[in-house]
């Protein structure tokens, strides 16, 4: 999983100044993780907590033969998928459900309930440096928050849609099962960015 933008807070007795924390910090990580900017807020605020909204995308390539660049950014799926249906689909999702069906096992959540504000299923186009537009298909959850692995739980149901293997009435038994057993595969990671977090 990628993200654009994720949010930690943490209290510290440093007398380092607020500017100078992200080159501190830049300066110990792993290359793929980069603080990009730090600020002081008060002693009540917790990141994970008042979020208000969080923005998830995940990318597929529908085509035969994947460029290698998406390898480690789209999950490539060669048969043609039927987005009028993953999009009928999407709106069953929508609202406030119990998605127990969609959380993997080793979550430590206790309460299974979660609202999607947005599920928008669409084609885009990527342009990586001048090359030729990729097609992908974008899947962009708004949400107040999600269970373990939900997201990627969700695409890969919504992939089983598009495939036909799985119909609209069929995922409203799944949603109401509260069971993962009874859900689609698990959509693998590197379609998954988080995009934002709002406050």
Not at 54 to 75: C, T
Not at 85 to 107: N, P, Q, T, Y
Not at 132 to 149: A, E, H, N, R
Request: aromatic share 8%; hydrophobic share 45%.
């Amino acid at each position: 999983m990628h993200a654009l933008q994720n949010v930690i807070n943490f209290k510290t007795a440093q007398k380092i100044p607020v500017a100078r924390i992200p080159a501190a910090l830049n300066s110990i990580l792993p290359e793929d993780i980069r603080v990009l900017k730090a600020e002081e807020k008060g002693a009540s605020f917790n990141s994970r907590f008042d979020a208000k909204s969080k923005d998830y995308e995940y990318l597929i390539y529908n085509a035969n033969i994947l460029p290698p660049v998406l390898r480690k950014l789209v999950w490539h799926v060669k048969p043609k998928l039927d987005l009028m249906a993953i999009r009928k689909a999407a709106k069953i999702l929508e609202g406030k459900h119990d998605f127990s069906s969609f959380c993997a096992s080793g979550s430590d959540d206790k309460d299974f309930v979660r609202t999607i504000y947005k599920l928008i299923i669409r084609k885009r186009n990527l342009i990586l440096w001048e090359g030729p537009k990729l097609s992908v298909i974008s899947f962009k959850f708004v949400g107040d928050g999600f269970l373990y692995k939900m997201v990627r739980n969700l695409v890969g149901t919504l992939v089983e849609v598009g495939l036909g293997k799985i119909g609209l009435e069929k995922l409203r038994v799944i949603l109401a099962a509260k069971d993962r057993r009874r859900a689609g595969r698990t959509a693998p990671p590197q379609g998954l960015c988080l995009v934002k977090v709002n406050y």
